[in-house]
């Protein structure tokens, strides 16, 4: 059962900006949860990208996006955001949502998060 949606990938050029959105549905209330932000590459595994505490709004990013990727949340409009700039080709991927009640050693690790997008495709080319 889907309880997060994601939207706002698409197809941008090296260098473009993109802004992804995920909504809680079903009852899924994001302000109980830790929110991240995941992608995978074809034939890559998944890998971290971004995530905002539950508390307090602090934030946590992968090395590679540091700098250039934003993650925020809205939990009036119980949405989370990636505002991602600029995008590089290696920035290509299926990126999901995900919301878990997890702690902070673990906030860059998948297997602690419960619920699931079913993500959105972004693609950086020219």
């Known amino acids: 059962q889907v309880q997060l949606i994601e939207s706002g990938g698409g197809v941008v050029l090296p260098g473009g900006s993109l802004r992804l959105s995920c909504v809680g549905i079903?009852?899924?209330?994001?302000?109980?949860?830790?929110m991240a932000w995941f992608r995978q590459a074809a034939g890559k595994e998944r890998e971290f990208v971004g995530a905002?505490?539950?508390?307090?709004?602090?934030?946590y990013y992968a090395e590679s996006v540091k700098g250039r990727f934003t993650v925020s949340r809205d939990n009036a409009k119980n949405t989370v955001f990636l505002q991602m700039n600029g995008l590089k080709s290696e920035d290509t991927g299926v990126y999901y949502c995900a919301a878990g009640q997890i702690v902070l050693s673990g906030i860059r690790d998948a297997s602690g998060y419960r619920l699931w997008g079913q993500g959105t495709q972004v693609t950086v080319s020219s």
């Open positions: 905002v505490r539950r508390v307090g709004g602090h934030t």
């Open positions: 079903g009852g899924t209330n994001i302000r109980n949860y830790e």
